[in-house]
């Protein structure tokens, strides 16, 4: 696993561009909903713990991950002053290729909308062999993925910001 070792929430904060004045939506799948919530807590936190007013941070529930490029579509189209979004899911490798085909068509649909947008969106899916893999990533023993994602979105927010000039 890419993470072994590795403590997805630990970061330089000194590192960090002023994220106070930054807007972000959370799009949160609700299938596997114990490890997206810790997903959405790592995130949030971080992102406050930079700075970020509650009222600058909007969160849409969606059924589950696949649906997250919808929601982040939505999300890009209703709201233009966000500055960076982040799709939280969890999917979890079962007996079947359902694991196979939800992972490629999120992967590919949350690259599209970078593509095809101004907003980023983050890729914050866990896509994991197991549930123990999830909880690991999630708040457990590795950090959270989460954390690394409200970093990745803050840094992204302020690229987009530089590159307007």
Request: with cysteine; aromatic share 10%.
């Amino acid at each position: 696993m890419a993470t072994q070792g590795k403590n997805l929430s630990e970061y330089d904060k000194s590192q960090m561009p002023e994220a106070k004045n930054f807007r972000f939506g959370l799009v949160v799948a609700e299938w596997n909903e114990n490890i997206t919530e810790g997903l959405f807590k790592g995130a949030f936190d971080t992102l406050k713990e930079n700075g970020v007013i509650n009222e600058n941070i909007v969160r849409w529930d969606v059924p589950g991950s696949f649906e997250l490029i919808y929601g982040c579509k939505k999300m890009q189209q209703s709201y233009d002053m966000l500055d960076a979004i982040i799709a939280i899911g969890s999917v979890i490798e079962g007996e079947t290729k359902h694991f196979d085909f939800v992972c490629q068509g999120v992967t590919q649909g949350i690259k599209d909308l970078n593509i095809q947008n101004d907003i980023p969106v983050i890729f914050c899916v866990l896509t994991d062999q197991n549930m123990q893999q999830a909880i690991d990533r999630s708040g457990g023993k590795f950090g959270n993925k989460g954390s690394e994602a409200a970093v990745t979105a803050i840094k992204m927010a302020q690229l987009r910001i530089d590159a307007k000039f």
